[in-house]
């Protein structure tokens, strides 16, 4: 059966022939976009949805978040907001929890994450392990986020835990670990900062994962400058993310490759760190994707609305930067041709905004603006 949805004032494709499209309408059949043009030129279909010129765009694409998790830690963001650095080690705090739980209680808590992020527009989402740090319990993560998200990724690799040796817990990670978890995820990603993981211990992580056929992620340049990008480029990493505090020759590599240089700005924020070098990467032809990185810790926000705002007002992205980058730039950090986009073939996944343009997510920053949901051709808001 056939939709369509036409009176759309504005339609955001992210597809380079179609371009934003004014007076536009879009057919879906089943789960795929089938057709997509000006509405006086539309096709027939079964049913119709009128949007009364307000904008459409793709949905959300979140390619960085960490929700199989339990616990809180509200009392680190208080400390935080008192003036206390952040480190990487409250990690150890989620970890005790989310040990601590079921595999339903860590289900539920998923699945009211992944809800919520839906209910904003978000229909693409990636997720990490990374609280359980022993074998038991990053392959039940895995496990769960197998069942829930679009992509799941292995970070074992997220801190060493307490009372372990450093040497020894990267042989468990490239050893007993990956085999738990190398049925149930498409990705690893390693933790490159002072605090978690070193340059020689990050490669061996990476070297081991894409031995056994994983794609590679790396957060990478969130604290100071280290050799997180590098490192992703050198081993063809999808995405490096962070990436806050960049040199010339990191900007320099990321333009020169296809790894994305994914930006976290709520993160950013929460961390009372500088925001993302956005415009600097850009202006040398970096790839750049927005992502929530919700988590307990140093990003509690599901809100890719809000990383978009924030990427205009602070980051000196345009609009249009900004709504690609938290769509098909999501999509290519995850290395995905399906979503992100607005184009035959691709998934229908897409938002309408209470609102005739995408301008008005930063021009009205902090208003949630998404009226409707279509995630894979069904109405979900």
């Given at each position: 059966?056939?939709?369509?949805?036409?009176?759309?004032?504005?339609?955001?494709?992210?597809?380079?022939?179609?371009?934003?499209?004014?007076?536009?309408?879009?057919?879906?059949?089943?789960?795929?976009?089938?057709?997509?043009?000006?509405?006086?030129?539309?096709?027939?279909?079964?049913?119709?949805?009128?949007?009364?010129?307000?904008?459409?765009?793709?949905?959300?694409?979140?390619?960085?978040?960490?929700?199989?998790?339990?616990?809180?830690?509200?009392?680190?963001?208080?400390?935080?907001?008192?003036?206390?650095?952040?480190?990487?080690?409250?990690?150890?705090?989620?970890?005790?929890?989310?040990?601590?739980?079921?595999?339903?209680?860590?289900?539920?808590?998923?699945?009211?994450?992944?809800?919520?992020?839906?209910?904003?527009?978000?229909?693409?989402?990636?997720?990490?392990?990374?609280?359980?740090?022993?074998?038991?319990?990053?392959?039940?993560?895995?496990?769960?986020?197998?069942?829930?998200?679009?992509?799941?990724?292995?970070?074992?690799?997220?801190?060493?835990?307490?009372?372990?040796?450093?040497?020894?817990?990267?042989?468990?990670?490239?050893?007993?670990?990956?085999?738990?978890?190398?049925?149930?995820?498409?990705?690893?990603?390693?933790?490159?900062?002072?605090?978690?993981?070193?340059?020689?211990?990050?490669?061996?992580?990476?070297?081991?994962?894409?031995?056994?056929?994983?794609?590679?992620?790396?957060?990478?340049?969130?604290?100071?400058?280290?050799?997180?990008?590098?490192?992703?480029?050198?081993?063809?990493?999808?995405?490096?993310?962070?990436?806050?505090?960049?040199?010339?020759?990191?900007?320099?590599?990321?333009?020169?490759?296809?790894?994305?240089?994914?930006?976290?700005?709520?993160?950013?924020?929460?961390?009372?760190?500088?925001?993302?070098?956005?415009?600097?990467?850009?202006?040398?032809?970096?790839?750049?994707?927005?992502?929530?990185?919700?988590?307990?810790?140093s990003s509690y926000t599901t809100s890719m609305a809000f990383c978009v705002a924030t990427?205009?007002?602070?980051?000196?992205?345009?609009?249009?930067?900004?709504?690609?980058?938290?769509?098909?730039?999501?999509?290519?950090?995850?290395?995905?041709?399906?979503?992100?986009?607005?184009?035959?073939?691709?998934?229908?996944?897409?938002?309408?905004?209470?609102?005739?343009?995408?301008?008005?997510?930063?021009?009205?920053?902090?208003?949630?603006?998404?009226?409707?949901?279509?995630?894979?051709?069904?109405?979900?808001?």
């Amino acid at each position: 059966m056939a939709t369509l949805v036409t009176g759309i004032g504005e339609l955001t494709t992210n597809d380079p022939e179609l371009g934003k499209l004014t007076n536009a309408a879009l057919v879906f059949s089943g789960d795929r976009v089938v057709w997509a043009g000006a509405a006086a030129d539309a096709p027939a279909a079964d049913e119709r949805v009128d949007v009364e010129g307000r904008a459409v765009l793709p949905g959300w694409v979140d390619s960085h978040t960490h929700l199989v998790f339990a616990g809180d830690r509200t009392a680190e963001f208080e400390a935080r907001m008192a003036g206390k650095p952040y480190t990487a080690g409250g990690i150890a705090v989620t970890v005790g929890a989310t040990r601590a739980a079921s595999d339903e209680e860590l289900a539920a808590n998923l699945r009211r994450h992944v809800d919520e992020a839906a209910y904003q527009g978000t229909t693409c989402l990636e997720t990490k392990t990374g609280y359980g740090l022993n074998v038991e319990d990053e392959a039940r993560s895995a496990r769960i986020a197998a069942e829930v998200a679009d992509e799941v990724t292995f970070l074992g690799a997220h801190l060493v835990p307490p009372g372990a040796d450093a040497e020894s817990y990267v042989d468990l990670v490239c050893g007993d670990m990956l085999d738990a978890v190398a049925g149930q995820v498409r990705w690893a990603d390693v933790f490159c900062e002072t605090g978690a993981f070193d340059e020689a211990q990050t490669a061996r992580v990476l070297k081991a994962a894409q031995e056994r056929g994983l794609g590679l992620r790396v957060h990478g340049n969130q604290l100071g400058e280290g050799p997180g990008v590098r490192l992703a480029v050198e081993f063809g990493a999808a995405s490096v993310d962070h990436c806050t505090y960049l040199t010339d020759n990191d900007v320099e590599a990321l333009a020169a490759s296809e790894t994305v240089a994914t930006l976290l700005p709520a993160c950013d924020l929460s961390t009372r760190q500088p925001l993302a070098p956005a415009r600097r990467l850009l202006d040398a032809g970096a790839t750049v994707a927005l992502a929530s990185n919700a988590n307990p810790g140093s990003s509690y926000t599901t809100s890719m609305a809000f990383c978009v705002a924030t990427a205009v007002l602070q980051m000196r992205m345009t609009i249009d930067e900004a709504v690609w980058s938290a769509t098909a730039g999501g999509a290519e950090a995850l290395r995905r041709e399906d979503v992100g986009v607005l184009s035959v073939g691709a998934r229908a996944d897409f938002q309408v905004l209470e609102a005739p343009s995408v301008t008005h997510l930063a021009y009205r920053p902090g208003v949630p603006l998404t009226k409707n949901v279509w995630r894979l051709g069904q109405r979900i808001r």
